[in-house]
């Protein structure tokens, strides 16, 4: 199975104002590309925060639609203390164009995420991604499209499933040294390396496509540059 991430970044590394916010950082370009990841992709996934800050289906573009890919789209979400505190406007959900699965621990309250959301919820003993990505591929999905956020693809590079990262670099400074970031660790020290495989400007933003290196481990910066 193939897993790849897709954000819009700032130049300091954030992708958000605040951890329980919505912000759009990317362009109309950006969200035209994230359009097309989504139709090559099997199923989105994101981790509760991300769900709850932008409580709607995960869908492309019906232009972008192509015509053998598995649809309904399956949206995933993992999650520790349920989705019932989002927030979607009325009648967002259920979406006949997605089908939501909710990854969870046993106790949450499958009949109400039912109800809200149309959701399956999928109880896991100990509900970490590799779980989650080991049912979605046991269901078909050959391409999963994480969409954040940085602690889902935190725990996804240090469980080395992330097979490559679409980042936006977007135009602007964030600054806040609380705000979400592309990737959190917790207790991260060290270096996690990355190979690019693209780069395309197109207007002030860039987009990159990197994969992780897996030939090297993680470790702390080279001593041998002073420059970083
Ligand atoms: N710029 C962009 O492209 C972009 C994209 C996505 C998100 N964002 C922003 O990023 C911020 C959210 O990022 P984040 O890092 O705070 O949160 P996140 O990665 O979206 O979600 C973290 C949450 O996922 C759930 N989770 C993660 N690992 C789990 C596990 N092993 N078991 C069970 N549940 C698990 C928990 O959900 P519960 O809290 O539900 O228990 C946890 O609180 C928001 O501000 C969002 O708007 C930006």
Known sequence: MYV???????VDGRIGLRREAHVSLGSAEDRRRMSLLRA??????VGGQTFRNWPLPLVERP????????RPILDAVITRRGLLDARP???????PRVRLLVFGPPTLDAAAHRER???EVIPLDEPDVGAVLDELERRGCR????????RMIGELLVRERL???????CPSVIGAPDAPALAEIAGSAGLRPLELVSCERVGDEVFLHYRPRRDRAP???STDSAGG
């Open 4 to 10: 790849f991430s897709n954000t819009a970044m700032s």
């Open 219 to 221: 470790g702390g910066a």
């Open 63 to 70: 232009e972008h639609r192509v015509a053998d890919a598995r």
């Open 40 to 45: 090559g992709a099997d199923a989105v996934l």
């Open 89 to 95: 406007a009325r009648g967002r959900w259920p979406d």
């Open 117 to 119: 959301f149309g959701a």
């Open 163 to 169: 097979d490559a990262l679409f980042v936006t670099l």
């Open 143 to 150: 391409r999963v499209l994480v969409e954040g956020g940085g």
